[in-house]
């Protein structure tokens, strides 16, 4: 897996003993979080062995979590507002109406923004979580499939929004090669995510990235046409917001 594959931050220490009790009575009073762990100790602790098991532990971190981060209280975070407008604002400076990829979508509101502005979006989610985005969010046009192995055709879309996905994926560079085949010449892949060793901090993610080793790994395919970072406001690092050309 190279320089991309998990990692441990060299500036992370041991917690102290008086960390560790506090961060126990607040996993005691979580019912939310206490169950999550206990599920992914007993269910999913061989998910880092190959890509089904991290794939099942994907789904079901998904599948439990989406209703909150689909919270009206969610939404209206200032991380994630930054983050929907960012994007939005990257994809309507490249042309009016454009066919929009969604992938890994989730409660669907970067899609419903680009909408809004008039761009055709298809939206694609892990099995499961796709039933739960349309039935539970109004996500329509979204189709249940591995963002790894991408269903259409190849030169279909102007644009592929990936937010907050590469450092879910098990393989992040078959992603980025299918990103490639199905968007249109010229088009254009717009990434989002937390930049840096911190983004480790979250169990679902398997690598970090920030942008020189994003401009690696899509070196060939693409060239960077804009990056932003925001915040870091409640997030543990900055969120970096790139889009690039295909090339």
Same mark, same amino acid.
């Given at each position: 897996?190279?320089k991309?594959?998990?990692k441990?931050c060299?500036s992370?220490?041991?917690p102290?003993?008086k960390?560790q ?5 607040s ?10 762990i206990?599920?992914?100790e007993l269910?999913h ?6 890509k089904?098991s991290?794939?099942?532990?994907q789904?079901?971190d ?7 981060h ?14 929907i407008?960012?994007?939005s604002?990257?994809?309507? !400076? @490249?042309?009016?109406? +454009? =066919?929009v %990829?969604?992938v ?6 970067? &899609? ?8 055709q ?15 539970g ?10 963002a ?18 590469l450092e ?6 078959a992603f980025?090669?299918?990103a ?8 254009h ?6 930049e840096?060793?911190?983004?480790l ?6 690598q970090?990235?920030?942008?020189? !080793? @994003?401009k690696?790994? +899509? =070196?060939? %395919? ?8 925001? &915040?870091?406001f ?14």
């Open positions: 897996m190279g991309f594959s998990r441990i060299q992370c220490r041991y102290t003993i960390e009790v506090l961060g126990l009575k996993l005691i009073s979580n019912p939310y979080l206490l169950k999550r206990i599920v992914r269910f602790r061989r998910r880092y062995n190959d089904k991290w794939t099942e532990w789904i079901y998904a599948y439990i979590s989406m209703p909150q689909g919270s009206k209280e969610s939404c209206t975070r200032p991380l994630n507002v930054s983050r407008k960012t994007i604002n990257i994809v309507n !400076s @490249l042309g009016v109406g +454009l =066919k %990829l969604d890994g979508c989730g409660d669907g509101s970067i &899609g419903r923004s680009l909408r809004k502005a008039g761009h979006v298809v939206s694609i989610e892990l099995p499961k979580v796709a039933l739960l985005a349309k039935k969010f109004g996500v329509n046009s979204i189709i249940a499939c591995d790894e192995t991408l269903p259409f055709r190849d030169g279909v879309f102007d644009v592929v929004v990936a937010a907050e996905l879910h994926l098990w393989n992040p560079h980025v090669e299918e490639h085949r199905v968007l249109k010449t010229s088009g892949l717009i990434v989002s995510g937390l840096g060793p911190e983004a901090r979250y169990d679902t993610h398997k970090y990235f920030h942008e020189r !080793s @994003l690696n790994m +899509l =070196k060939g %395919l693409f060239a960077l046409y804009i990056v932003k970072r925001l &915040g870091p409640e997030a543990p690092t900055y969120t970096i917001v790139a889009s690039f050309c295909k090339v």
